[in-house]
């Protein structure tokens, strides 16, 4: 039996008064932490604070070419929004292969990004538009970059009486393609074996002007490929250079033996993915010169 008491928070204001609570947990979609409770992999009694009438935080919007996304807004949300459509396919994409309809309907994007698992889908594209996430409490605001949030499988930066309300990224300029791709060990419901997420802006000549690379599931949090952005800026396009930066990737990445796959596949496959979703990207950034 699963010993707890949940409490629920009908404004933010509230949710700070309840969060004080050093066993405070917030539920919001319950994807992972109601699991994560029934497997005993979460300390209890613990005090559940329900936000699903929060809906100030579940939005998409853009203001002065920033977009903001509430913490509370589920996956099928983002995924029919034609805001992230026109600006962050990728990140629909991303959010489109989380689990099954009805889990993405309940969990959250703040969700995803707070239960810090090294194989989160979203958290590779935003880390390629270089996110930021607004932690907010009772008498406190801070901004701190999604590449700074996560420090460890299942840890963030979140204080006592902190929570996650939104997520911003500027919008991306012209002329910029994206990409996410996935490895599983089947083609639905599944946890990423490997992800790799890739933004890439093409310049007047043809050039590759700015480059960003994101993986999941290789290392202990989702990161950039500094080497592989490297190595792409300033080049032009080409199977060569993706290559090349497929090779350089390797040296930022370290993934481990488990259940799901080796090291050498995940290290093999990392590579493919890279290179296919650098071709992606491109084409799409050089559609959007025409």
Do not use: W
């Not at 992230?84 to 689990?99: E, T």
């Not at 040296?251 to 596949?265: F, G, H, M, Q, V």
């Amino acid at each position: 039996m699963i010993d707890c008491e949940v409490n629920v928070a009908k404004s933010c204001t509230e949710l700070t008064q309840i969060l004080i609570e050093p066993s405070a947990r917030i539920l919001a979609g319950g994807t992972d932490i109601l699991p994560g409770m029934r497997k005993n992999s979460i300390i209890k009694p613990i005090t559940l604070i329900d936000v699903s009438q929060l809906n100030e935080l579940s939005y998409i919007c853009e203001h002065e070419g920033q977009i903001d996304i509430g913490a509370l807004t589920t996956h099928s949300k983002l995924i029919t929004s034609p805001l992230l459509l026109q600006h962050a396919p990728a990140l629909i994409d991303a959010c489109a292969s989380i689990g099954s309809t009805q889990t993405r309907n309940r969990g959250t994007l703040g969700g995803n990004l707070c239960n810090a698992s090294p194989a989160a889908d979203s958290v590779p594209p935003l880390l390629c538009l270089e996110a930021v996430v607004t932690l907010s409490s009772h008498d406190n605001q801070r901004q701190v970059p999604l590449s700074d949030f996560i420090i460890g499988p299942g840890q963030t930066c979140l204080q006592q009486g902190e929570y996650l309300s939104h997520i911003s990224f500027a919008v991306p300029q012209k002329h910029t393609g994206t990409s996410f791709m996935k490895l599983g060990r089947r083609n639905g419901m599944s946890i990423a074996v490997v992800s790799t997420s890739v933004l890439i802006c093409i310049d007047q000549n043809g050039n590759i002007e700015y480059a960003r690379v994101a993986f999941g599931s290789v290392a202990p949090t989702p990161i950039l490929s500094h080497h592989a952005e490297t190595a792409l800026t300033g080049k032009t396009p080409s199977a060569q250079l993706f290559s090349e930066a497929a090779q350089t990737m390797l040296t930022d990445i370290n993934p481990i033996d488990d259940l799901r796959a080796s090291r050498e596949y995940r290290l093999h496959s990392a590579g493919v993915l890279l290179q296919r979703a650098l071709q992606t990207a491109c084409h799409q950034a050089e559609m959007d010169m025409r």
